[in-house]
Nanobody, 122 residues
Framework: QVQLVESGGGLVQAGGSLRLSCAAS????????IGWYRQAPGKQREQREL??????????KIADSVKGRFTISRDNAKNTVYLQMNSLKPEDTAVYYC?????????????WGQGTQVTVSS
C-alpha cells in the first residue's frame, strides 16, 4: 500500500501563486508515476483531469491548460512531489488530488490522496 498526503492548498487571488506538496509513504518502490489531478466544482470523480505528472526518471506530462504556469518536480529521496502554480486563474479552482501508480502519463494509478482545495478569486 501507498499513502499520499497533500498540503499547500488555500485561497489566493487571481495572478497569485501556490505550491502544493504530496508526500508518499509505504510501498513507494512501486511508484513510477506521481502527480496531480483536479476535480472542478460540480464535476464527478470520474471527471478528474490530469494536471501534471512526473516519473521517477523525470519525464513529465503537463496539461495544456496549465502549461507555462504550473511546474511539477519530484524529490525521490524524500518521496515527495511538488506542484508550483503561478499566474493562477479562477478556472484553476478545484480540489487537487495527488495520485500515484505505474503508468505514464495515464491512466491514473490506484493510489489517491485526500485532496486539497485550491480556490482562486477574481
Amino acid at each position: 500500500q501507498v499513502q499520499l498526503v497533500e498540503s499547500g492548498g488555500g485561497l489566493v487571488q487571481a495572478g497569485g501563486s501556490l505550491r502544493l506538496s504530496c508526500a508518499a509513504s509505504g510501498r513507494t518502490i512501486s511508484i513510477n508515476t506521481i502527480g496531480w489531478y483536479r476535480q472542478a466544482p460540480g464535476k464527478q470523480r470520474e471527471q478528474r483531469e490530469l494536471v501534471a505528472v512526473i516519473t521517477s526518471g523525470g519525464s513529465t506530462k503537463i496539461a495544456d491548460s496549465v502549461k507555462g504556469r504550473f511546474t511539477i518536480s519530484r524529490d525521490n529521496a524524500k518521496n515527495t512531489v511538488y506542484l508550483q502554480m503561478n499566474s493562477l486563474k479562477p478556472e484553476d479552482t478545484a480540489v487537487y488530488y495527488c495520485n500515484a501508480g505505474p503508468w505514464f502519463p495515464s491512466p491514473p494509478g490506484r493510489y489517491w490522496g485526500q485532496g486539497t482545495q485550491v480556490t482562486v478569486s477574481s
